[in-house]
């Protein structure tokens, strides 16, 4: 189902997406759709990356959420450097002397 939204944009964004619209040979229904859609994406992926740091959400559920696959996902996590197992330097430290 598609709905129709009215917006106020400044001439600036007018502007550039005049510019876009240009570039992509597009008219600018096309144009907003397209990087709106982008713009939602690109949150959904920061949100669950978020969510993940925090322990709130699995590996799993979060690629499910953003529609990418389980690899995407873990990709997006090391390069992000965050730390999802929840394992940490005293678990480790803790470990490793119960194995002495």
Known sequence: ?????????????????????????????????????EAIQKWKIENAL????????SIGKAAKECNVSLWEMLDLVKRNNINWTGYSEEDLERDLKLLQ
């Open 1 to 37: 189902m598609e709905s129709t939204i009215s917006v106020r944009l400044d001439k600036l964004v007018i502007k550039e997406l005049y510019n876009i619209e240009k570039s992509l040979h597009a008219d600018r229904s096309e144009v907003i759709r397209r990087l709106l859609s």
């Open 50 to 57: 978020k969510e993940i740091s925090q322990h709130k959400i």
